[in-house]
């Protein structure tokens, strides 16, 4: 029987790869980055929460191989993200196909095979990072005088860079909300000395 996770990832995929629905995701610099390649990922995620086994944070491999997992996965996104390779995708049926499958397979599922391995200060460090790139790209976008991708006009260009600083603000305040309003991810509460102690 299928679970409601592989059927929402199934019709992502349906959606976000099948034409021509693709192609429309496709014809707009906006819909490209920022809606249709989340949604390849997300599709990856969600199978890979139904194939992954349950972490083990206090086994040093598990750590490692979740930051390794994680690396990909970024590094996949990122080379989605180059002007290049997007006017690539758009340009060749074959290139968008590797695009898709890179994508599901090599940042959807490792990402949710690695995330939840790590610890606060790498799940910090990886936040970060993608504050970094989002704020990076924004003003590339923003601010580059000719057109970085041939298959978009630049005044996209502009309306993507927007966007993008955008989705770094909002980045940025979702990390700041659970240190400001004191979140300890369910850590226990320090106990004073000479507390009791309850068994």
């Known amino acids: 029987m299928l679970s409601y996770r592989s059927l929402v990832a199934a019709g992502l995929l349906l959606i976000a790869a099948v034409p021509p629905l693709a192609w429309w995701w496709e014809a707009s610099l906006v819909r490209h980055m920022l809606m249709q390649i989340p949604m ?7 199978l890979g929460t139904l194939v992954a086994p349950s972490p083990d944070l206090g086994v040093r491999e598990e750590r490692a191989g979740g930051i390794a997992a994680v690396l990909l996965a970024t590094f996949c996104v990122t080379f989605w ?36 391995r790590l610890g606060p200060v790498a799940r910090g460090f990886v936040w970060v990072q993608a504050i970094s ?23 996209e260009q502009a309306i993507l ?23 300890n ?15």
């Open 161 to 183: 860079g927007i966007a993008m600083l955008g989705i770094a603000g909002f980045l940025g305040l979702a990390g700041a909300v659970p240190v400001l309003f004191g979140a």
């Open 133 to 155: 790139m989002a704020i990076v790209l924004g003003l590339l976008y923003l601010t580059f005088p000719n057109r970085l991708c041939n298959s978009y006009l630049v005044n």
């Open 40 to 46: 390849l990922v997300l599709a990856g995620f969600l």
């Open 81 to 116: 993200m180059i002007p290049r390779w997007l006017d690539a995708a758009v340009a060749s049926h074959r290139v968008d196909a590797i695009k898709i499958m890179t994508l599901v397979l090599l940042a959807g599922l490792p990402l949710a095979w690695g995330w939840p």
């Open 185 to 199: 991810n369910g850590s226990p509460a320090p106990r004073h000395p000479g507390a009791r102690v309850d068994p």
